[in-house]
């Protein structure tokens, strides 16, 4: 293996400068100056003592080449070593730093010492765009005046081990840029100087924050905000709380599971409110928390994983004396909006957390980290890491004028992340009166397993409107005579399926001169029930039109733009599961269904041109899940409908029965 040390001495150079300058800096004016040697030995950087704010570099030391050797230069995979630092030199302590680092090279971060990547992936993790790292297990900078300059305090080094692809050298593959992400602070352009990068970030007067004269940071808001607040501590263990807001308007969880990497061997003796998948304690017994506790019956130790999966107990616990008795718990896992139940948009749960040497230090506690968050076809979290904030108040519990407050807390954020392409778990089809066909769901638009019998990049065939209520594998009969019908080619390879779990058909039913209708029907293919459904359209140009539901129980949402959000009527609250149709050897299965009509007017939207698309949704979610929307519309000759209301009506009594007749 042919080694290249890139400039390698310079760098290291460079990082011993930083580390020795800062000493200097702050000795200074002292009257001894036990630095005076170091001081003849080089001169200092003058930008870093020029910074009196946050100072950060990114210092790239060496890299190799790695297998495959290949001839294709931008194809050649490198193992790059670099360091970050972050060194507060201003007046104000900095707490929770968050570094931004602009990769560019396609890198694969393997290692990140004194750092963590902020949206909680394991590493490996893919950054070629780029990475943003808080520090794990120093967060928090001090000020150089109150440590009397003590470097170990006032700085952190990330040791960033990785790879990365291309770029031939004596070319450096240097970030595109770093600046420090905390409020309040504005970074300029970072400056490059061969193989190393820095920039000084100071406070921007403009940032209103508000006067904290607390110790810690102010809580943040998010789509779904965690606080792990410790109630109890004691020499060797604690009792945690864990509380979970769900506060999007469109966010929901489904039987969730939480999981989160205990860093300092601590281990979950018991809990209340929630559960462990897996009750083990096999690895304390094996592990140093068997070394410690010699004389400890580990039989009642719930669970010993280092990255537990953690999940709600069913309703009937509720009243458990031993492992329910706690408000907000017990759902199943589930947490909707606070819109539809501002009960059901909170979880909480306590455990007993033992500690093993050598943290057991009463005061010492170390919130698990890499925390994560999913449930059954609901969106993405990812989650920041646990950041220290003020301890939580409780009201008391005497009914006096009093609280308590938690020993300490922390704050995780999660936020919701948009799927990618083919990756949804719901999808939208599209048909409408002026159009025979039905445009299915996108291909692959959950995503595709086994591809080697159909085409994942080929359009969907129409389909004739009966094959939306049939199981996609039953649909291909029918989708092939009705394209030799509309004497449409068939490609040899068919297209795949949308594997979707749910999916919607959006069916415009009228037009007329002072309105316009479309029929939404929800089929649910898993097996599955959805209780407590949810579902909301975006309506770009119709919005302001929107008159009536009549099956569903519909709102506007006032937090999200031009939304519509819509659940079932009380006691059809229900979303049923596929079950077999009535001769299981023969029927294909049958979905589930729920279904209505919904009017708009067109007064307060002139112009308005459904054959055009204005009358099909922008973006549907089903359960806070974004779904895959079809690429084109329906097209036909724009000749209007002209029927009135009655008809509507009509339409709305066969939906209530049908639907009715599908619950019994
Ligand atoms: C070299 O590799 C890159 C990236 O994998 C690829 O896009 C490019 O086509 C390759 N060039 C040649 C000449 O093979
Ligand atoms: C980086 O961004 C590009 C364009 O936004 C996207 O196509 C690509 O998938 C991203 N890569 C990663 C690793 O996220
Ligand atoms: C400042 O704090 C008050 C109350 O603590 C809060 O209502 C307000 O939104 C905060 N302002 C900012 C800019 O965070
Ligand atoms: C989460 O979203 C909120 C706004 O909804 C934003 O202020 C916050 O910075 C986000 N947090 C992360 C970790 O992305
Ligand atoms: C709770 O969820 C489980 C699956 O996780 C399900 O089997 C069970 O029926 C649910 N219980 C209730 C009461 O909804
Ligand atoms: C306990 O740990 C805290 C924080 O780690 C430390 O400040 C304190 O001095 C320790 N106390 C003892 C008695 O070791
Ligand atoms: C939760 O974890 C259990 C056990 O690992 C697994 O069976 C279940 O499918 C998971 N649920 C979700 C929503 O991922
Ligand atoms: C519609 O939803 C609201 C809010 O969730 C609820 O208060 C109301 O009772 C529901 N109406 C019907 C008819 O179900
Ligand atoms: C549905 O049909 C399959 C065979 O096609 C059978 O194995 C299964 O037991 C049936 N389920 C129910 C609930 O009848
Ligand atoms: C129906 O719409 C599709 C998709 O836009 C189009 O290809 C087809 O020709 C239309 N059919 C008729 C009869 O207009």
Not at 396 to 422: H, M, Y
Request: glycine share 6%; proline share 7%.
């Amino acid at each position: 293996m042919r080694a290249v040390k890139l400039m390698g001495w310079q760098a290291l150079f460079i990082v011993v400068l930083l580390s020795v300058t800062y000493h200097f800096t702050f000795t200074q004016g002292q009257d001894y100056d036990f630095e005076a040697d170091k001081k003849k030995a080089a001169a200092p950087p003058p930008e870093e003592n020029n910074c009196n704010g946050i100072f950060l570099s990114y210092v790239f030391i060496s890299r190799e080449k790695e297998f495959p050797h290949l001839k294709n230069a931008t194809a050649q995979a490198w193992a790059f070593k670099s360091v970050a630092t972050i060194l507060n030199a201003g007046e104000k302590d900095l707490k929770a730093w968050k570094m931004y680092i602009g990769f560019q090279h396609k890198e694969i971060l393997v290692s990140a010492g004194g750092a963590v990547v902020m949206d909680g992936d394991d590493l490996p993790a893919f950054v070629g765009n780029g990475t943003y790292l808080s520090g794990y297990p120093q967060a928090d900078l001090k000020t150089s005046i109150e440590t009397a300059g003590d470097l170990t305090q006032i700085q952190a080094e990330i040791q960033l081990e990785g790879t990365q692809f291309g770029l031939k050298p004596p070319a450096v593959p240097m970030p595109k840029t770093i600046k420090l992400v905390n409020d309040g602070f504005k970074c300029p352009a970072a400056t490059r100087k061969g193989s190393s990068m820095y920039v000084c970030c100071v406070t921007d007067p403009k940032f209103k924050a508000n006067i904290t004269k607390t110790k810690y940071m102010p809580r943040q808001n998010g789509d779904l905000t965690i606080i792990y607040d410790v109630l109890q501590a004691f020499e060797g263990n604690y009792l945690a709380q864990v509380t979970m807001d769900n506060n999007h308007a469109l966010g929901r969880l489904d039987h969730w599971n939480l999981t989160w990497e205990w860093m300092n061997g601590e281990f979950i003796y018991s809990m209340r409110g929630a559960y462990t998948h897996k009750r083990d304690y096999s690895e304390c017994i094996y592990g140093p928390a068997g070394k410690y506790y010699k004389d400890m019956d580990f039989t009642p130790v719930m669970n010993c994983e280092k990255k537990p999966v953690i999940a709600d107990l069913p309703p009937d616990r509720k009243d458990d004396e031993k492992i329910g008795k706690l408000p907000y718990c017990c759902k199943n896992g589930t947490l909707v909006p606070t819109t539809m139940d501002p009960s059901k948009a909170r979880a909480i749960f306590q455990l007993q957390v033992f500690k093993t040497p050598p943290n057991m230090n009463r005061t010492a506690f170390f919130p698990p980290q890499k925390w994560k968050i999913n449930g059954v076809l609901n969106p993405d979290y990812k989650c920041a890491p646990p950041i220290r904030v003020m301890p939580t108040q409780f009201p008391d519990t005497s009914g006096l004028d009093a609280f308590s407050t938690a020993v300490a807390s922390w704050q995780v954020v999660c936020n919701i992340t948009r799927p990618k392409e083919k990756a949804s778990r719901c999808c939208v089809s599209f048909s409408a009166f002026y159009n025979d066909s039905v445009i299915p769901c996108n291909t692959c638009a959950c995503g595709c397993k086994d591809t080697d019998t159909c085409n994942q990049n080929a359009s969907p065939l129409l389909l004739p409107p009966e094959a939306l209520l049939v199981p996609f594998i039953n649909r291909e009969e029918k989708a092939k005579a009705w394209a030799k019908m509309k004497h449409r080619s068939v490609p040899k390879v068919l297209p795949c399926g949308d594997n979707c779990g749910v999916s919607m058909n959006w069916h415009i039913n009228s037009d007329y001169r002072k309105g316009w209708t479309a029929r939404v029907t929800l089929f649910n293919w898993e097996d599955i029930n959805f209780e407590d459904w949810f579902a909301a359209i975006e309506m770009k140009v119709a919005y302001p039109g929107y008159e009536n539901i009549y099956s569903f129980n519909a709102t506007k949402l006032p937090q999200v733009k031009n939304t519509i959000f819509f659940q079932g009527l009380e006691g059809l609250a229900y979303l049923m599961g596929e079950v077999n149709g009535t001769n299981p050897l023969t029927d294909p299965r049958v979905p589930g269904k729920q279904q209505s009509v919904i009017s708009f007017r067109k007064k307060h939207t002139p112009g308005i041109n459904i054959v055009k698309g204005d009358g099909f949704p922008s973006k549907v979610y089903f359960n806070g899940e974004e779904c895959s929307l079809p690429k084109v519309f329906p097209t036909g000759a724009a000749h209007r409908s002209h029927v009135n209301l009655l008809p509507i009506l009509f339409l709305t009594i066969i939906t209530f029965v049908l639907m009715m007749d599908h619950l019994r």
